[in-house]
Nanobody, 120 residues
């Protein structure tokens, strides 16, 4: 029905930057709220950033001023721009999107995960 594909993960030195993307495709009628989560080894998954259907954004305190979430409605894609990366940002990042399909069913979808590693 609907697929999510994440890209943009990798390794970067402290102070560097990366941009994650999450593209949705399939029988999409409307995309509602979107968000990025992350999970570090041995830690609980946490919500990093969200963006609503009207463009309102929120961030966890640890990334405020460094990360920016955005969406391109024409491409059914969300992004997470990560600047001034720190070793503490090392984690697997997952996108989460709520979709109303053409068949008028609601699906809560997760990306496959993107590894972000920040080290010297």
């Amino acid at each position: 029905q609907v697929q999510l594909v994440e890209s943009g993960g990798g390794w970067v030195q402290p102070g560097g930057f990366l941009r994650l993307s999450c593209a949705a495709s399939g029988s999409i009628f409307r995309i509602n709220d979107m968000g990025w989560y992350r999970q570090a080894p041995g830690k609980q998954r946490e919500l990093v950033a969200t963006i609503t259907s009207v463009g309102s954004t929120n961030y966890v305190d640890a990334v405020k001023g460094r990360f920016t979430i955005s969406r391109d409605n024409a491409k059914n894609t969300i992004y997470l721009q990560m600047n001034s990366l720190e070793p503490e940002d090392t984690a697997v990042y997952y996108c989460n999107i709520g979709v109303l399909t053409i068949q008028r069913t609601f699906e809560d979808l997760w990306g496959q995960g993107a590894q972000v590693t920040v080290s010297s």
